[in-house]
Nanobody, 129 residues
Framework: VQLQASGGGLVQPGGSLRLSCAAS????????IGWFRQAPGKEREVVSC????????YYAGSVEGRFTVSRYNHNYTMYLQMNSLKDEDTAVYSC???????????????????????WGKGTLVTVSS
């Protein structure tokens, strides 16, 4: 049972990256999955969430309009398309699920209460010129 995040790298400000989160060993399409990030010296923060069905999404205010989350349940993979990247987007990005919530409302509650039960290993995104 695991989540595997990938796709990080070095990109210039204004550039784009797409992160992937691949699920295996469980029925991932039953659960909402979201992205967190942690910048150097800062606390981890929620970035985005997508519901089990894929029809519900959530974005933190700092990324709304620039990031897009999607999922393809036929291959249990979720994506985070990041456009117009800024220096302040530099962080380690991780995907996670609480293995309970189907929607992002409950997923966010779980996130606030340290309720994530399955984490993907983080992938580093560095935005720098």
């Amino acid at each position: 049972v695991q989540l595997q995040a990938s796709g990080g790298g070095l990109v210039q400000p204004g550039g784009s990256l797409r992160l992937s989160c691949a699920a295996s060993g469980f029925t991932a399409d039953n659960y909402a999955i979201g992205w967190f990030r942690q910048a150097p010296g800062k606390e981890r923060e929620v970035v985005s969430c997508i519901s089990a069905s894929g029809f519900g999404t959530y974005y933190a205010g700092s990324v709304e309009g620039r990031f897009t989350v999607s999922r393809y349940n036929h291959n249990y993979t979720m994506y985070l398309q990041m456009n117009s990247l800024k220096d302040e987007d530099t962080a380690v990005y991780s995907c996670a699920t609480d293995l309970s919530s189907g929607g992002c409302t409950n997923w966010k509650i779980a996130a606030r209460n340290s309720g994530m039960r399955l984490w993907g290993k983080g992938t580093l995104v560095t935005v720098s010129s």
